[in-house]
């Protein structure tokens, strides 16, 4: 089946199967619809999209966010290994590197990683990979992707981060700033109207996958029953990683996203810088007003000056500083209640 990526929006193939002349020696150009769990053609047309925005390499696309992290995770270790996790991550990222992946064997080292040196002090010959998020949620701490990045390069591990909150690439690019891997829960800004659920994970083509090759065997190890092919890397070079994230992990796990949902997250995609601009604009109006307010105690936004964020946001954040705040009452739980009731 010939698709024409060149139409205005990609159409939705429903099919389980599509055909297609296929053999896994043709290499990454094959785009292998031969079944959808692995892939499909909307699914192509959405994650060739975020690639362009987070001037990445090569996409996949996953049923959340949430999937798309774990399963991440789940391909880059085996039991015994570690990996350095950001302490200030969202709450469901938290309980898969707190509860989910130690019970199936990776310890997780959970610390504040703009601490560098702390980092660098736990990175051992078992370390997988570094995880942050660009702005976590909710604290609106600002990872110092340079900083970060410049370790992992030299312990040739992948840097990866969550960076749903710069939505898309729009408000940050974390590969201009050394960052690997790259994954978002597209369910919100990229989709943008709390229709549809998905995630997209996004290499950078910066990681190094064959001269630390004795930390990441099974890119590297022949492959069939009876190791008659060739290793990944020696099929796809650099990408190796994505052929396996999408062929080992996608195909095992189901994790896949659905066609339907990702035609809608590409139709998403158009008005993406639009509905950012303004919820940007939205965000600064409506911060001043809390501030001034007499029953609001405290406003956080990175785009305060005294936010503690606020240096690291203006180094690394392009066109604002991102749409979401939090903020405080003044009084107890029960008069928080009684002004939530008022403007229900």
Request: charged fraction near 20%; aromatic fraction near 10%; hydrophobic fraction near 40%.
């Amino acid at each position: 089946m010939a698709m024409d990526f060149r139409v205005i929006t990609t159409t939705i193939a429903t099919s389980k199967s599509i055909e297609e002349a296929y053999s896994f020696e043709d290499g990454p150009k094959s785009q292998y619809y031969m079944y959808s769990r692995l892939s499909n053609p909307s699914n192509t047309g959405f994650e060739r999209r975020m690639v362009a925005l987070e001037l990445g390499k090569e996409g996949l696309s996953f049923a959340s966010g949430a999937a798309a992290i774990l399963t991440v995770a789940q391909s880059l270790s085996t039991v015994g290994d570690n990996a350095v996790v950001s302490c200030s991550v969202h709450g469901g990222t938290y309980h898969q590197f707190q509860v989910i992946l130690p019970a199936m064997g990776l310890e997780c080292r959970i610390i504040d990683t703009n601490d560098l040196e702390n980092v660098k002090s736990l990175i051992d010959d078992k370390t997988k990979f570094v995880f942050t998020e660009t702005i976590s949620n909710p604290r609106f701490a600002v990872a110092d992707l340079e900083g970060l990045s410049a370790i992992t390069r030299a312990a040739k591990i992948p840097l990866i981060v969550d960076a749903t909150f710069t939505a898309g690439g729009y408000f940050s690019q974390p590969a201009r700033f050394g960052v690997d891997i790259v994954i978002h829960s597209a369910t919100k800004w990229i989709g943008g109207h709390g229709t549809t659920l998905g995630g997209i994970v996004v290499e950078t083509g910066r990681s190094d996958w064959q001269s630390n090759a004795a930390r990441f065997p099974r890119l590297h190890t022949r492959r069939g029953r009876n190791g008659e092919n060739a290793g990944l890397y020696d099929q796809f070079g650099g990408g190796a990683y994505m052929s396996f994230l999408r062929w080992d992990f996608m195909r095992d796990t189901g994790a896949c996203l659905g066609a339907q949902a990702a035609q809608q997250l590409f139709i998403g995609v158009e008005t993406l810088s639009l509905r950012c601009e303004r919820q940007h604009q939205n965000a600064q109006v409506v911060g001043a007003w809390l501030r001034a307010h007499p029953r609001v105690a405290w406003v956080k936004y990175l785009g305060f000056a005294d936010h503690p964020y606020h240096k690291l946001a203006r180094k690394y954040l392009q066109n604002g500083f991102g749409t979401v705040m939090t903020f405080g009452l003044k009084g107890s739980i029960d008069k928080a209640w009684e002004t939530d009731s008022e403007h229900a």
